[in-house]
C-alpha cells in the first residue's frame, strides 16, 4: 500500500529553523511530483510548496518564498522541508502530497495521496 510519513515537526522559537522529512513508499516515486501544503486550526490547508518529479524545478506559496526550499532524493524516496527563519503564523500541520502526470498543482483536492502530517509550533 502506499505510505507518506512526515517527520521532524516540532517546538521552535521565531526566527528558527526546521527540516521536515516524507518517506514515501508503494509507488514509483519518479512518477510523481511531491509537494507540501500546512493547515492551520480554523484555517484551509494551503499550498507551501512542492518539486517536479526530478527536483529540477520547485514552485512556493507567496507565503513561504525565500524562506523555505523544498528537495528531493529519488534514490531514498524522500522529499523534504528546509524552513527557516519561522514566524508564529506558520504554526501548522504539514502535509507531504504525492501528483501524478500533469495534475493541477497547488490545488489539496487533486492530489493523489497524502501523509498524515506533522506538527510545526512556532513560538513569539
Known amino acids: 500500500q502506499v505510505q507518506l510519513v512526515e517527520s521532524g515537526g516540532g517546538l521552535v522559537q521565531a526566527g528558527g529553523s526546521l527540516r521536515l522529512s516524507c518517506e514515501v513508499s508503494?509507488?514509483?516515486?519518479?512518477?510523481?511530483?511531491m509537494d507540501w501544503f500546512r493547515q492551520a486550526p480554523g484555517k484551509e490547508r494551503e499550498f507551501v510548496g512542492g518539486?517536479?518529479?526530478?527536483?529540477?524545478?520547485?514552485c512556493y506559496g507567496n507565503s513561504v518564498t525565500g524562506r523555505f526550499t523544498v528537495s528531493r532524493d529519488n534514490a531514498k524516496n524522500m522529499v523534504f522541508l528546509q524552513m527557516n527563519s519561522l514566524k508564529p503564523e506558520d504554526t501548522a500541520v504539514y502535509y507531504c502530497?504525492?501528483?501524478?502526470?500533469?495534475?493541477?498543482?497547488?490545488?489539496?483536492?487533486?492530489?493523489?495521496?497524502w501523509g498524515r502530517g506533522t506538527q510545526v509550533t512556532v513560538s513569539s
Open positions: 508503494g509507488l514509483i516515486f519518479d512518477d510523481y511530483r
Open positions: 518539486v517536479e518529479w526530478s527536483g529540477s524545478y520547485s
Open positions: 502530497a504525492a501528483l501524478s502526470g500533469n495534475g493541477n498543482i497547488k490545488t489539496a483536492s487533486g492530489y493523489d495521496y
